[in-house]
């Protein structure tokens, strides 16, 4: 209840003035509630359409004429408006002061009625919540066989939680989809619900700040460029850090207010939700929490549903507590009887008998008791009379009916009601749990008057609906069951389709943000084309929410959906399009090397080449190249770039041209051609525009092409003896990531520039770098990068002289990248660790880490650090034993001072150089070791740093 100046207002039963009723239209009232319970604030028109004009497309009109009701009815002039205040050209805003606001869906404490029987259970959760409040962090789950009362307990309790304002509470449903729904879903209608209660608007800079990823999945809090700006920040967020920044905001929420959050019937739950959970549950921090989560124990969900195991899991880690709520017991049956049912004078015992009949019948389920008792009334057998209840004769079991379970009773009552009513009921039941009047007229052909007529009635008699806001939803998920059984499937196609098409107009360009339902509708209606549309679009909703479980199951069901088509080269694109988003997906949750990604990938580029020129053969080549590349197969990762760079410049568009010069700077610098990575990297730079190009990082490995081009430059000109340059160009990829606010560009610019501050030999900047890119990289959950950017912290603390701590990091990096899949780079580390190896004195591990970096070289044909692999077996060669390996070393400082030249690294020339010249001084042959480093650094007398310090020292 919301109430200002002398009005009160109910989003059910509407606007009064003391006992008198105002008549507005429902969405006239939607509209005020929206605008009174967020007052003070701006209300967009966007918001308020979004809100109150859901499944319609609608005008401007629609809304003013809304206003026009208002003002009407509240007499307020819009030139000194005491209610509505219109904000010209971006929507209305509230002005009067609330004495009074109920929360989004107001929470009543349950009657006596509703109660009997569950005041210990009642208590047993109220001591959770106190121990919650104490900053415990509280799971509860409560299980329970359909209509058996979970919601109405948990409902009593967050409403006596909350009665005295020192307590917040929101709750979210999880949907009986029929299908794969979408990720979160409940979860975001609590959030959404939660900033909807009063106060709820500091919620919104709790999560940009702690949750920035789950405020870009909630568009109608923030305006449109606000919205568009963090989408583009947060692009390739990962599932664990979806899972943190949720957890980071609810305890956020709760430091100065204790948070109830209820989820409805988690045997419905996708997946993503239950990781939540999980991971909720089993945070050790303190917190002022109750999580509470509703099921029943042997629901139909499908075979292999992850909760039993969610909940067996944290059961055993004691991170839960459960509670099965049961039957009423006879007793309390009777009690429930005569509350609902008050007996006259001298008819109390035969209640009490037909008290015993029904507890037999039905086992004491709160709604079967209910139903059995509202159908005796139906068939008089139960009757009325001055306000007290009477029996017409003596009850015996055959009187209670055939039905032995509440779902058949639930249709005998159904049976009964008009044939209007009931067949808008069918007609919702395939709506769903939550269903606009709008859609259901346009699915039954009626006008919407009239449904949102019929639906108000049902709901005012409490009979199978409720209302929720702008729209109604079933009172029990069991009504809506027995209702969907009951159509027949030929009826039941027609509908989803007529549901599908009505929602998809109603919504608009905004139909993406539903798509998962749509293509329930969709499938089930028979029509695959328009499912597997809406399966894609779903697929890359859950992809933005780093749902990659549920985007995979998204795309194979789409593929599975388009074998049922008839062939052609409509349906051969968007199987190819399924195909790269599929291998996308396989690479964000399984990273580069994964072979499921070379499936996808490699069966979009045959059907590509069947259909003889499709635009999509860049995206599937460039997709392939990846996988190639992140797996460390670089002769084919060089074919495909040399492939794509032809068909990029064919076409001649400059977004596709940049891609092919990313693939080719990327797979040039592994194999060690440094001159070829710096001319493709320079074209990269030089097309480069981040107005155009920066949105391309989604498709084309989740980085920004232009902060890659200039670290790879930094890169290849380190290497090639350019160290100021080098220097230079890490430095602008650093600040270009920034800019564009990207966090894995960011994270990998920090990594690169340590890895170019390491060939450079300046552990200070290496320390610098890498510790930025650990902390990125820890807080977004990248792992690969993580792993990188720690072994370069590792070669830091080495040359410092921690050399434990040094050599265990690296250790332990390259075992996490070995795990990604990824062999990406693993010569560099390899080589790290040898040197760490050697700074330690530990030769023969020193040796092991040589000879696997220089067999990851030999297997996958990346060379630029091969070099320096070669210059640490002679040193190490030379630490073992002096003597018996200097011609070992020898030969080991040539074969690396070769390699060097070949590639033009004379970075590492010139140090493998050195490296022999100090062999050759200790051999005696001074004058030898003196002509080989002059004749190295005449080119390199500019460079400053240790190696041409060294170099120098020996030249005397």
Request: proline residues 4%; aromatic residues 6%; hydrophobic residues 45%.
């Amino acid at each position: 209840m919301i109430r200002f100046g002398p009005f009160q207002l109910d989003r059910t039963q509407g606007l009064q003035r003391g006992k008198e009723e105002f008549r507005i239209t429902p969405k006239s009232l939607c509209v005020l509630w929206e605008l009174a319970s967020r007052a003070g604030q701006l209300v967009t028109k966007e918001q308020l359409f979004r809100a109150v004009w859901a499944d319609t497309a609608v005008s401007d009109s629609a809304l003013t004429s809304c206003i026009q009701e208002l003002r009407q009815v509240l007499r307020d002039d819009p030139r000194r408006p005491r209610f509505i205040e219109t904000l010209h050209r971006r929507g209305y805003r509230f002005v009067a002061e609330i004495s009074a606001l109920a929360q989004d869906e107001p929470l009543s404490i349950a009657t006596d009625l509703q109660v009997i029987g569950r005041q210990r259970v009642i208590s047993d959760i109220l001591k959770i919540w106190s121990a919650g409040e104490r900053g415990a962090r509280q799971v509860l789950f409560m299980s329970g066989e359909p209509g058996i009362g979970k919601t109405t307990v948990v409902q009593h309790v967050l409403a006596r939680v909350t009665a005295a304002g020192k307590a917040r509470a929101t709750w979210g449903q999880c949907l009986q989809h029929y299908g794969i729904g979408e990720p979160y879903q409940p979860l975001l209608e609590a959030i959404m619900r939660l900033c909807r209660q009063p106060g709820g608007a500091d919620l919104v800079p709790i999560l940009e700040r702690y949750g920035p990823a789950w405020l870009a999945q909630l568009p109608a809090l923030l305006d449109p460029e606000r919205h568009a700006n963090l989408r583009r920040t947060v692009a390739g967020t990962t599932r664990q850090r979806m899972l943190r920044e949720l957890t980071d905001v609810l305890e956020a929420a709760s430091t100065q207010t204790p948070l109830a959050l209820c989820l409805e019937d988690v045997h419905w739950s996708d997946a993503s939700t239950l990781d939540w959970i999980a991971a909720f549950a089993q945070r050790p921090e303190p917190t002022r929490i109750l999580l509470i989560g509703t099921f029943r124990p042997q629901a139909d969900a499908g075979d292999g549903h992850p909760l039993p195991r969610v909940i067996e899991g944290l059961r055993i880690k004691r991170c839960c507590r459960e509670i099965a709520l049961s039957g009423m017991c006879e007793s309390e049956v009777a009690d429930f009887i005569a509350l609902r049912l008050p007996p006259a004078p001298g008819h109390a015992q035969d209640l009490r008998r037909l008290a015993l009949l029904v507890h037999r019948h039905t086992g004491g389920n709160p709604l079967f008791v209910l139903n059995v008792l509202d159908d005796l009334v139906a068939r008089r057998l139960i009757f009325e009379q001055d306000g007290r209840w009477k029996l017409s004769g003596d009850p015996n079991e055959i009187d209670l009916g055939t039905p032995d379970d509440v779902r058949r009773i639930i249709a005998a009552q159904l049976e009964r009601l008009p044939p209007a009513e009931f067949a808008l009921l069918e007609v919702a039941s395939v709506a769903g749990s939550t269903f606009s009047t709008a859609t259901v007229a346009a699915a039954a052909g009626l006008a919407a008057d009239d449904v949102e007529a019929t639906f108000t009635g049902l709901a005012r008699q409490r009979r199978f609906v409720r209302r929720s806001g702008a729209r109604f939803e079933f009172d029990h998920a069991l009504y809506r069951d027995v209702l969907y059984e009951r159509v027949p499937s030929s009826r039941r196609a027609v509908l989803h389709r007529e549901v599908g098409e009505r929602e998809e107009a109603g919504c608009g360009e905004r139909a993406s943000e539903i798509a998962a339902e749509l293509a329930m509708h969709f499938e089930r209606s028979g029509d695959t084309r328009r499912a597997g549309m809406y399966l894609q679009q779903a697929a890359e909703n859950a992809r933005s929410r780093s749902a990659c479980s549920e985007a995979r199951l998204h795309f194979r069901k789409a593929l599975a959906l388009i074998e049922s088509e008839p062939p052609g080269r409509e349906r051969t694109e968007r199987e190819i399009r399924l195909w790269i988003g599929l291998g996308a997906v396989a690479m964000a949750s399984r990273g580069w090397g994964t072979p499921e990604a070379e499936r996808a990938y490699s069966r979009a580029r045959v059907l590509c080449q069947e259909l003889g020129e499709s635009p999509a053969l860049f995206p599937a080549l460039w997709g392939l190249w990846l996988f190639y590349w992140g797996r460390g197969t670089l002769s084919a990762a060089h074919e495909l770039a040399q492939d794509l760079l032809g068909l990029a410049r064919c076409h001649g568009e400059d977004g596709p041209l940049l891609q092919a010069h990313h693939a080719a700077w990327a797979t040039a610098f592994s194999r060690g051609d440094l001159g070829a990575a710096c001319f493709h990297a320079g074209e990269g730079i030089r097309l480069y525009d981040p107005h155009r190009h920066a949105t391309m990082a989604t498709t084309y490995g989740n980085h920004d092409a232009g902060v890659c081009a200039r670290v790879f430059l930094a890169r290849a000109s380190a290497l090639l003896g350019r160290t100021e340059d080098a220097v230079r160009a890490s430095d602008d990829a650093v600040a270009l990531a920034r800019v564009l606010e990207h966090p894995f560009s960011l994270a990998l610019a920090h990594v690169f520039a340590s890895a170019v501050a390491q060939a450079c030999r300046q552990p200070d900047r290496v320390r610098v770098h890498a510790e930025a890119a650990s902390a990125i990289a820890r807080d977004q959950d990248f792992r690969l990068l993580l792993a990188w950017s720690s072994a370069f912290e590792g070669w830091a603390a080495a040359v410092e002289g921690d050399h434990g701590e040094g050599l265990s990091r690296i250790a332990n990096a390259i075992a996490e990248a070995r795990a990604t899949g990824s062999d990406q780079f693993l010569p560099h580390l390899a080589g790290l660790a040898a040197d760490a190896y050697l700074m330690s004195g530990n030769t023969a591990d020193g040796l092991k880490s040589v000879e696997d970096g220089l067999g990851v070289a030999a297997r996958t044909g990346e060379r630029f650090w091969e070099p320096e692999l070669l210059r640490l077996r002679g040193e190490l060669y030379m630490a073992q034993d002096p003597q018996r390996a200097a011609s070992e070393a020898e030969q080991a400082f040539r074969e690396a001072i070769e390699q060097a030249l070949n590639q033009g690294a004379m970075l590492l020339a010139l140090r493998a150089a050195v490296s022999l010249g100090r062999s050759l001084h200790r051999a005696g042959r001074g004058g030898e070791a003196r002509s080989l480093i002059f004749e190295m650094s005449q080119e390199l007398q500019h460079w400053r740093g240790p190696d041409i310090d060294e170099a120098n020292a020996l030249l005397g």
